[in-house]
């Protein structure tokens, strides 16, 4: 256990679009990915609504049927990883939680299988499951743009007769939006959208984005502006030898560099080089660590 210099890194996206039904998030996720660039799988829940739009995006779709459980999600995630994916866009989010085999009817049947009907109980079985789930999407290497419905509730507008529909609470766990960059709400009438929270500092919180391509743009300039892993990895090495006082310390912080650079052939060089010329400085005659 240790601290090291706080240095920002080069990240994966986590965007979630929340809105009630018919608001466009599907077309939304794809036009934002498009934006992005690179290749996008798609996990449909929705029975292929995302196909509807292979005209004009290019992606592949894996249509995933019940039951929704949260390791079909995970299962799905892992396929697309495996497969090379840049962005995978999961839509709909909210079938995890409450779609036939989710989280909530799953919640139903372990508790009247297993806890004489005490759903509190088995809330102990549950809550490490959807943990799993969300920890793939905060893990996985690839981008994710996750869709989730809002419940829905209609207002008349002021002084209109018009009724206007609005999006409520995410049909999702409470706190969801806490393991995203970015959560965008999209307004049903007007398909444009505004953050209800965002580490970008790209989209305001109190006007309206309309999603462009061009949002994907600005989300790939942000993310890119960041080291890499392989870089703040070096950088950490470089302070630790300098800072190293003998050999054993050296040898001991060279040892993890090495580790963590194994797949950065020319940072893990340049960490070879640094490490020889301090174990010489720190082994020659005379100096310290001798």
């Given amino acids: 256990m240790k601290f090291e210099k706080a240095m920002r890194k080069k990240a994966k996206l986590r965007l979630a679009l929340t809105g009630p039904s018919g608001s466009g998030k599907t077309y939304s996720a794809l036009t934002?990915?498009?934006?992005?660039?690179?290749?996008?799988?798609?996990?449909?829940?929705e029975k292929g609504s995302a196909s509807l739009y292979s005209n004009e995006f290019d992606f592949d779709v894996l249509e995933l049927e019940p039951p929704f459980t949260p390791e079909r999600f995970i299962a799905a995630i892992g396929t697309a990883e495996s497969a090379?994916?840049?962005?995978?866009?999961?839509?709909?989010?909210?079938h995890e939680w409450n779609g036939v085999g989710g989280c909530l009817e799953e919640l139903d049947v372990i508790a009247k299988a297993k806890f004489k009907s005490n759903s509190h109980a088995?809330?102990?079985?549950?809550t490490p499951r959807h943990r799993k789930f969300l920890d793939s999407i905060l893990r996985t290497k690839m981008h994710v743009i996750a869709t989730m419905r809002s419940k829905t509730e209609t207002a008349q507008m002021e002084g209109s007769r018009k009724v206007q529909k609005l999006g409520l609470?995410?049909?999702?766990?409470d706190g969801v939006e806490y393991e995203f960059t970015t959560v965008l709400d999209i307004n049903h009438?007007?398909?444009?959208?505004?953050a209800s929270k965002d580490?970008?500092?790209?989209?305001?919180?109190?006007?309206?984005?309309?999603?462009?391509?061009?949002?994907g743009v600005k989300l790939m300039e942000w993310l890119s502006e960041g080291r890499s892993k392989a870089e703040v990895d070096l950088e950490h090495f470089v302070f630790a030898a300098e800072s190293a006082r003998?050999?054993?310390?050296l040898k001991s912080a060279f040892a993890e560099a090495y580790k963590a650079l194994r797949d950065s052939p020319d940072e893990q060089k340049k960490a070879t080089d640094i490490y020889d010329i301090r174990k010489h400085e720190l082994t020659a005659p005379g100096e310290e660590g001798n």
């Fill in 32 to 45: 934002i990915a498009k934006g992005m660039g690179g290749s996008i799988a798609f996990i449909d829940t």
């Fill in 189 to 194: 009438e007007t398909h444009t959208a505004v």
């Fill in 84 to 94: 090379g994916y840049d962005i995978v866009i999961i839509d709909s989010m909210s």
């Fill in 122 to 126: 088995a809330w102990s079985e549950i």
């Fill in 199 to 215: 580490r970008t500092g790209i989209f305001s919180n109190s006007n309206y984005t309309e999603l462009t391509p061009d949002v």
């Fill in 246 to 249: 003998d050999f054993e310390s």
């Fill in 169 to 173: 609470k995410s049909e999702q766990r």
